[in-house]
């Protein structure tokens, strides 16, 4: 397999969506509870990406297994197109769970078991994303699961690696007891500064469903679209990028942010007219990337946003 071929698999270019979460968490860390601990960060970025890989390459391979077009399996899905082995593909996709899974049970060693639950909640909802009998992304769940779990999980986990020692938020099991500490007005701050990255990243899968719902009925995979309508589908894609702006202005307005954050507002003419474009015409390859476009646009501000509030506070 060449490195061309496994980026295909992996659909390395997809890989802004979890990118995104990780940074923005980062620099939130840093604003808003003020640490940041470099080698958690980088421990987390390895095993993060190494896992968004493999469970894309299940995507890919459960695709290629429960295809009913012959036409799709040989000529659209890289393990056809590539001619790979499904058994290969399989032992890559293991080898890349134990090395996220290695880095994830050193990390809860060095925090607490906190990660250990938020991580195997993020782990059993990547791995059956595309496995098993009825795979979630065969479901009207796909945006769901995969804004919550790359948008939040991705955020929070971030978050937790840098202030564990805090105090702010920790899980452990003494004596027969589980003890449970919590911030309240921590968490709240968190939940909202994730949303924008739930809406965004909600809004790739939910483009794709859009873009693919003709195939997806050929290939007996319902998704959200199908049972909402391609007109509805549309309007919800609208809803949660426009809702990104108000969360962002609500957070300046209520202190979870610094007032340079209103930076994120100079991308919503850009943003306006892809949403239009899109709303006219839904296909994969025209009008797809423009959910892609949206989050870098978006969160890339974000990510301006919290470097200026760092600067300036």
Partial sequence: MTMKVFFELVEIRTKLASLFPFLVGLL???????????????????AMLVFDMATT???????????KNDDYQENTNIVGVAKLSEKKVAYLIYTMITFSSVIGLYLTIQTSLLLLLMGGICFTIGIFYTFGPVPLS??????????????????FITIYLNIFNMGILDFAIREGQILLQIDIKSLIAIVWASVPMIFTIANIMLANNLCDLDQD???HRYTLPYYIG?????????????????????????GF?????LVVLLTFPKISQNVKVFSEKQEKAT?????IKNLVMFNGAQIVGLLLSLLLK
Wanted: charged share 10%; hydrophobic share 55%.
């Fill in 28 to 46: 939130f860390s840093a604003f808003f509870f003020g640490q940041v601990n470099a080698e958690n960060m980088l421990l987390f970025f390895l």
């Fill in 138 to 155: 065969r479901m009207p769940l796909g945006e769901l699961f995969s804004g919550v779990t790359m948008g939040f999980g991705i955020f």
């Fill in 257 to 261: 942010y610094h007032w340079a954050m």
């Fill in 287 to 291: 009008t797809f990337s423009i959910s």
């Fill in 217 to 219: 009925i050929t290939n």
């Fill in 230 to 254: 391609r007109d509805n589908g549309v309007k919800l894609f609208q809803f949660l990028m426009y809702s990104c702006y108000a969360f962002i202005i609500g957070g300046v307005l209520i």
């Fill in 57 to 67: 390459a299940i995507n890919n391979l459960m695709d290629f297994k429960k295809a």
